[in-house]
Each structure stands twice: as C-alpha cells, then as structure tokens.
C-alpha cells in the first residue's frame, strides 16, 4: 500500500515540475524569433531525438506497438508534437513576445479538451469533488494571468490571430493528454518519448519542404543552435519525459489540473524578468491555484491509496 501512495505522488509531483518547465519556454524563445515557426520546430525535435536516442536505441528492435498503439503515437505526434508546438510559436511570434497574457489563454482551455477526450476514449470518470476543485483551479489561473480578470488586447495587430493559434494549441495539447496515456499504458516512457519525437522529426521535415522553408535549415546561427540545445534540455525533451513518466501514473483528468501550475510560472516570469507587477487579484488567485491544485493531487492519492 505504501508503495503504491509513493507512486501515485510522484506521478503528480512530476508533471508540476514539467510544468514548471514549461513556464521558461517563452523566454527560451524568443531570441529565435527570425526563424519560420516550423523549422524552429524541426530542429527541436532533431536535437531531441538526437540527445535521447542512445538510451533507448534498443528499445527500436524490441518493443512492438500495436495498431491501437500505433495511432495513438502518431496521433500525438502530429497533434502535440508539430501542429500544437507550431500553433503555440506563431502565437508567441505574433505578439512579439510582448505579453504573455493572451498566448496563456490556451492553458485555461486545454482541460477542457483533455478532460472531454479522456471520457470518451479512456471511459474515465470525475468524481463531485474533482468538479468542484478543477472549475476553481480553471478560474484562478485565469485571474493569475489576466490582472483583474481583464485580458490585454494591446500587444499589436497580431494578437487576435495570437489568440487563435493559442486555442489551436489548447485543443492540439489537450486531446494528445489522451492519446499519450492509451500510447504509455504498456510502455516505458522514455520510449514513447523518443518515438514521439522520430515520428514530429519526420513530420516538421515535411512541413518544411510543403511551407517552402527548406533554406531557412542552412540559415540557423550557432547562437540559435544553443537556444535550441537549452530548450531541448529544459522546456523541451526533458520536460517531456518528466510530464510522461508522471502521466504513466496519473489520471488525465488530474494531470491537466496539474499542469495550470505553467501560467502561475509565466507570473513570476513577468514580475522578476520583465518587472511587470503583480495585482493584487493576481496575488489572491495563485494562492487559490495552488490550494486547488493540491487538493487535486490529494483527490487522486485517496483514490489509489484506496
């Protein structure tokens, strides 16, 4: 029984330390923004890939996926990996990296779409008490990343389609929460990682070619190169074999919760980077967030523990 209560918080515990990694992603690239969204992506992955394939190369002549696994993996490499990445860029892109407000919109949505799909396909249920601390997680992230509950719209002429391709990434992000976990059931983590990585490596290639971007893969700087290492190492590869190891061990439902702890880092991010301060509702809400966020946790300890 202890063995399983350790598990279960460490699931838990390790998608809020990916998410905390998350939160510097924005920083990480923002010297890249002379690159096309998609070869930014592309080489992401490459050097992903590159980094993680030597610890599971034989896990490439060992493991045989199933069909149903199979889809799952690609669907979330296409989903997740190129298109929820891309959309998530241009966002950032589109502001200039101004704000932060409206891009962060994506992560008051994603539950939404992780919670609905996880239904669906995973047959899994939530319980009165998980309604009750997710919608109060939901509505105190948005107050912890919009200053008195009001969105900023003054961040130039490319905020409203920011916003779409936020809520693109929202949809792309939240349904892959989903399919990474029918993809992690009967696997290790690391290998689904690098597979998800091989598999948007091949599809960002395409992408290139298709979007007429091929010489921007000659053009890229030493500098951008070790941008990308950097992101490879923290917000990128790393946080994402982090974030699966804990999904492994976690419902969807709790880890999309969890993962409201990356716009409370963009907070801080604003505060002590960019000396934006804080307004009170904000202060007010991430006490709340991380109340809820706890409680959370809790519920889904209690439930395994049982």
């Known amino acids: 029984m202890e063995s399983k209560t350790k598990s279960l918080f460490s699931g838990p515990l390790l998608i809020v330390i990916a998410a905390l990694l998350w939160g510097i992603d924005g920083i990480l690239r ?21 980094i993680l394939f030597p610890f599971i190369w034989k ?26 990445t891309l959309w998530f860029t241009t966002a950032l892109l589109d502001t200039m990296f101004i704000s932060f407000s409206v891009v962060f919109l994506l992560q008051k949505l994603q539950p939404i779409f992780a919670i609905t799909t996880a239904r669906i396909f995973l047959k899994e249920r939530v319980g009165k008490g998980y309604r009750m601390w997710a919608l109060l997680a939901l509505v105190a992230a948005y107050f912890v990343t919009f200053p008195n509950g ?16 936020a809520i693109g990434a929202a949809f792309a992000w939240g349904t892959s929460t989903t399919f990474s976990k029918i993809a992690l059931r009967d696997r290790s983590s690391n290998y689904i990682t ?11 290639f395409v992408g290139v070619l298709l979007l007429g971007k ?6 890229i700087n030493h500098t951008q190169i070790l941008t990308l290492v950097v992101i490879a ?13 804990g999904l492994k061990t976690t419902p969807v439902s709790v880890s999309t919760i969890l993962e409201l702890f990356y716009p409370l880092v963009a907070v801080v991010i604003d505060v002590v980077l960019y000396h934006n301060v804080l ?24 439930a395994v523990s049982a």
């Open 194 to 204: 690098a597979l998800r990585f091989l598999l948007t490596l091949v599809m960002a």
């Open 59 to 84: 896990s490439f002549k060992t493991e045989k996926l199933s069909k149903k696994e199979w889809s799952a993996i690609v669907f979330v490499a296409l989903l997740s990996g190129l298109l929820g």
């Open 30 to 50: 923002r010297s890249l923004y002379t690159l096309p969204p998609i070869t930014i992506v592309f080489f992401e992955h490459l050097i992903g890939f590159v």
């Open 214 to 219: 091929a010489p921007s893969l000659s053009s």
């Open 279 to 302: 307004a009170l509702s904000q202060y007010f809400a991430a006490a709340i967030l991380l109340y809820a966020m706890y409680r959370v946790g809790k519920l889904a300890q209690d």
């Open 150 to 165: 009001v969105v900023n719209f003054k961040t130039g002429t490319g905020t409203i389609v920011a916003a779409l391709f």
């Open 233 to 245: 190492l923290s917000s990128g590869m790393v946080s994402l074999l982090i974030y699966y190891r």
